[in-house]
């Protein structure tokens, strides 16, 4: 096993018996333990009594998150015409039809989040194979599929978070970076998990939030307490 370096035993050490945090505790651990050379992103890890292989058990939804992310979100629009400008005039990065379809077929994906308009559908569709396993296909229950494409672009420009139960109920997102103060961290974390509290499927059974966990890009994770972590 290769030798952990000073930095990474620090860190490791700091969390060593810590666990079911309030918010402020986790986010302050973890903002100070991020010492990478770059702005860690601050990551939400939330484990959930759902099983996703039945449909009234899926988790998704969607989140502006009160103090934004952070990240510079890239944007592609499938779009032909006004619609088209619309989604240009509003900063969409990338804005196509048949040849964004057809760019993305030869496997080049240089955005975050992808919007379409309903009569692109038909197109998009063709890709679901590739933009399905990313989180990035158009979906109009997260407003990804709307007629609204430069409010979308805003959206998504501005800190929107989507998120979806992966297999094993799992739900991840950055809902910040270490640079960010820790009362808009802890602003951010409390609204994430709000939102995905809200989205709670019908068809869940038992405990439905069982483990939220933060941690920075390059450390470790510690777990939250579950009934202080939604928004008070």
Known sequence: MAKLG?????VREAF???????VEEAVALVKSSASAK??????????????TRHADQMVRGVIGLPNG???TMRVAVFARGPKAEEAQAAGADIVGAEDLMETIQGGTIEFDRCI????MMPI???LGKVLGPRNLMPNPKVGTVTMDVAQAVKDAKGGQV??????????HAGVGKASFDEAKLVENVRAFVSAVAKAKPAGAKGTYMQKISLSSTMGPGVTVDVANAATE
């Open 6 to 10: 000073k930095r990474t035993r620090a």
């Open 69 to 71: 992310t952070g990240k």
């Open 124 to 126: 998009v569709g063709r």
């Open 116 to 119: 379409a308009t309903p009569d």
């Open 162 to 171: 989507q998120f979806r139960a992966e297999k094993g109920g799992v739900v």
């Open 38 to 51: 770059f702005d860690e992103t601050v990551e939400i890890a939330m484990n959930l009594g759902v099983d």
């Open 16 to 22: 060593v018996g810590k666990e079911n945090l309030t």
